[in-house]
């Protein structure tokens, strides 16, 4: 791919910005000169993540969750008045509960669509007059290979990514033209503690920062051709 451009003058938004993926695709956003909105549930892990990015008035921490839609309508709006638009927008918040479909409780389920797939909807729906405004932007959903590759105990969560990545492609279908670049990015296992999972004895997994990379990839990528959709594996997993 070619070398990442700088985004000065460039505003963002990373929902689930606080931690992980959100925190480390937020910090290369603001290496590269852009200026970013991160969100996240809890106060204090906001609080924490603006100090560790050191960005200054390039960066803004909204709590919001993005399953409600006064909230990412706060966000946007905030955004927009701290940093005057809006061009780039990362979906990247998510929840994950594994448990047998016969043991799933309802509330379960719906904080897993509602938060994975309704909430990318509505920061989508809230963000695309701005990018619009702008002559045209970018918007990047962080799905997972759970969407295409179900487990057992996963159901909920598989299906909710595996909605994301049929919502991502209708989206980039119709805002193409809007010169509104949409992909989806589908890692495999990634060093984050995400679901309860342990870091402890998973140097083959990803890093958040390999993930973040793919990101700034994408922004780089030539206007004449848009990859839609990008799988990102562990190079060599643990073999069972």
Not at 53 to 81: F, W
Not at 183 to 194: A, N
Request: aromatic share 4%; with cysteine.
């Amino acid at each position: 791919m070619t070398s990442t451009p700088q985004l000065d003058g460039r505003v963002a938004i990373v929902t689930g910005g606080s931690r992980g993926i959100g925190l480390a695709t937020a910090s290369a956003l603001l290496s590269l000169g852009a200026r970013v909105a991160i969100t996240g549930r809890s106060t204090p892990h906001l609080k924490e993540a603006a100090t560790r990015l050191q960005g200054g008035d390039h960066v803004l921490s909204v709590q919001a969750d993005v399953s409600r839609e006064a909230d990412v309508d706060r966000l946007v709006t905030e955004t927009v008045d701290k940093f005057g638009g809006l061009d780039i927008l990362i979906n990247n918040a998510g929840v994950g509960r594994f448990a047998n479909v016969a043991d799933l409780a309802t509330e379960g389920w719906n904080s897993i669509i509602e938060t994975n797939l309704t909430g990318v909807f509505l920061c989508c729906r809230a963000a695309i007059p701005h990018l619009k405004r702008r002559g045209g932007g970018w918007i990047i959903n962080i799905s997972s290979l759970a969407g295409r590759n179900p487990f057992a105990g996963g159901a909920a969560y598989c299906a909710s990514k595996a909605g994301l990545n049929a919502f991502t492609e209708s989206l980039m279908l119709e805002t193409r033209y809007d010169n509104i670049r949409v992909s989806v990015i589908m890692p495999g296992s990634v060093q984050t503690g995400f679901g309860g999972n342990e870091s402890a004895g998973a140097d083959w997994k990803l890093l958040p920062e390999d993930v973040a990379q793919v990101v700034t990839d994408l922004i780089s990528h030539p206007a004449r051709s848009l990859p839609s959709k990008v799988e990102l594996r562990p190079s060599k997993p643990k073999q069972r």
